[in-house]
């Protein structure tokens, strides 16, 4: 089981009491198995998928199958925020899937109660024949919003790109990277009840992902749930306080991001983990003290 330390993030436990409590993700013993019909080259194919993550097997019916979950048993709650690492192919996008019902279990249950908002895919549900604020409404309805809310946004994202008079071009005449800002901007926009999140994030300057993280944090404190894959260690210590490894489609271990991070790259990976959450705690701390000592400050002026 996992579960949120209280406070992380700041303010997200005053979010979270807006959320109800029907916010929730439970797994037991789930499984998810793709079937190989034609498996006359079984033995190439176990070769290859055997590396990529996915056991061979068989089920009930004989047919071959891969295996690419066994037995995930997970139970989240309001405020969990969850990374999850392992290898290409270990299972993290699979498990994403399942979570968010594009995948049902072929064994065990999973029950998600909760609007979910799957990001998988920055590109998905963008059209590039039409211009960039059309894209904006009809990615913003992909993920759950409404057009009225979408709406009320636009004019937030736009700034956000920076992108302009571009935004009312088709956005086939965009670049890959005013594409990213495009869906950064609608993503970073919405407010999820469970948030899945595979990490995808790239072809946009750094300094433009700097802001974009910031974003993306103040994404995450309106988020019930996060549940996140992702590679980069630095990212998962900003956004979640837990972790699990997923490993040939089992998980391996779970608990605090350092330890996890630490059983599965070794301590210099969880070294460096725990500086970024030691830098994030003293940030913190610096600004709560400041809040503190300018509003001991005002009302000193006032008496």
Request: with cysteine.
């Amino acid at each position: 089981m996992l579960s949120g330390a209280p406070g992380t993030l700041g303010t997200r436990v005053s979010l979270w009491s807006s959320i109800v409590s029907r916010v929730s993700i439970e797994t037991r013993n789930a499984c998810v198995d793709f079937p190989i019909f034609d498996a006359k080259t079984r033995s190439l194919k176990k070769a290859f998928l055997g590396k990529a993550g996915g056991a061979i097997g068989r089920n009930d019916s004989d047919v071959v199958v891969v295996e690419a979950l066994r037995d995930i048993t997970m139970s989240l709650k309001e405020g969990d925020r969850v990374g999850l690492v392992g290898h290409n192919g270990a299972g993290k996008s699979t498990l994403l899937r399942l979570l968010s019902g594009i995948y049902e279990p072929t064994r065990g249950a999973a029950r998600v109660r909760g609007r979910v908002a799957p990001v998988f895919d920055l590109g998905v549900g963008m059209d590039p024949e039409i211009s960039g604020y059309e894209n904006i409404l009809i990615r913003g309805m992909f993920l759950g919003m409404t057009r009225k809310q979408m709406l009320q946004k636009v004019d937030d994202i736009a700034e956000f790109t920076e992108l302009g008079d571009y935004l009312s071009m088709p956005l086939r005449t965009y670049s890959t990277g005013m594409r990213v800002r495009v869906a950064l901007g609608v993503v970073t926009s919405i407010d999820p009840e469970i948030l899945l999140l595979d990490e995808g994030i790239g072809a946009v300057d750094a300094e433009f992902m700097k802001k974009a993280r910031v974003r993306l944090q103040e994404l995450v404190a309106r988020s019930g749930i996060l549940v996140f894959a992702s590679h980069s260690n630095e990212f998962l210590a900003q956004l979640c306080d837990q972790a699990m490894w997923i490993d040939h489609g089992r998980i391996r271990e779970q608990g605090g991001i350092e330890e996890v991070v630490r059983a599965y790259e070794g301590n210099d990976a969880g070294d460096h983990v725990r500086t970024i959450i030691e830098e994030l705690e003293r940030e913190r701390a610096e600004r709560n003290g400041v809040v503190s000592n300018g509003t001991a400050a005002t009302g000193a002026a006032g008496a």
